[in-house]
């Protein structure tokens, strides 16, 4: 099959309350950066702090910067160190405290220049650093490009549980500059790949065999396969957070493989990578579906080749008990009862609140047992 791989892929807007809310830039280069964002914000006269952190700083800093200096009347920067463990209270104080010290108003902006770890904690201070503020999205890794940028979720995590403090606040722009995943190492890229391949699983079986189609493609980085590959995942994100934008339904669908998954990475203390973990819940999510008769071992098979595919790691260190006590902290309960996301096919998801703590013991003894 074919995905309009020549047709523009170049923008998406997504609606809030039937109405145009922001646009997603699909781009290859920051050429059309300040363009994009005096469309969305009226940058004359405002201050910009750039948020990003200790890696992607490294890359693309000083060229956003200098594309934005001579816009608005001041830039500046605050990094934080990379990684999951930054993502807490105490760095947004501090970011609290860098937009005071630089007399950051009302209608100055955030930029979050980094993944997801950076997107979602720039988003919780703009969306309580003077009881709101507006900011731009700048993805640059494969997870935050197709997933966490869009559709306004925003927050930290607080002690070990994770992304438990939040808030809803939509940016005025997600600029993504494909390019970007360049600089990734192919671990980090590879493991974007869990989200993308969720999005065929949930609801587009399509994509998900031109996923598995044009597996070279993607992993060599072809930039015209991957903006179609990126800009179809967002379309997907689109539709979902356009209908149920704070997850009272269709939402919690983007959850399939992140009961088990985020237990699993909790437990692994993020020594791996969220996509993965995702990856592997979402092999288990297959395996409750098809024990429960929803679907048979074809589809798990199809789901697991197409997460191998793209180099998922096997996850078996974890303790069954463990992972499945953690389950019971994850934020996505609803009356002490756990949202599981299941399949009836391919591109046909629903949410269940029957999976029981044995159904989950099973699928985990079973495959810590294939794979150990
Ligand atoms: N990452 C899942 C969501 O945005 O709802």
Partial sequence: MTLDVTMDNSLLTVNYDSKPCYDIAFENNFDNLLNMMSKAIDLDGIKVCIVSDSNVSNYYLDEVKSILSPAVSLVTDFVFNAGEASKNLDIVRSLYTHLIENNFERRDILVALGGGVVGDLTGYAAATYLRGVNFVQIPTSLLSQVDSSIGGKTGVDFDSYKNM???????????????????????????????????????????????????????SLDIDTVKAMVYRSCDNKREV????????????????????????EKLSNFSYLHGECVAIGGILAAEISKD??????????????????????????????????????????????????????????????????????KVLEEYKNAKG
């Fill in 165 to 219: 403090v939040g808030a809803f606040h939509m940016p005025k722009l997600v600029y993504i500059n494909i390019s970007t995943l360049k600089s990734l190492k192919k671990r980090e890229y590879l493991s974007g790949m869990g989200e993308i391949v969720k999005y065929g699983i949930i609801r587009d079986s399509v994509f998900f065999d031109w996923v598995v189609e044009h597996a070279d493609k993607i992993k």
């Fill in 241 to 264: 957070v356009e209908e149920d934008p704070k997850e009272h339904g269709i939402r919690a669908y983007l959850n399939y493989g992140h009961t088990l998954g985020h237990a699993i």
């Fill in 292 to 361: 429960l008769g929803l679907i048979d071992e074809d589809c798990v098979n199809k789901i697991k080749e197409a997460y191998y595919l793209f180099d998922c790691p096997d996850i078996t260190e974890y303790d069954v008990s463990k992972v499945v006590k953690t389950t019971k902290s994850d934020k996505k309960m609803s009356a002490g009862k756990i949202k599981f996301i299941l399949i009836k096919s391919i591109g046909d998801a629903f949410i269940s609140r029957d999976v029981s703590d044995e159904e989950m013991t």
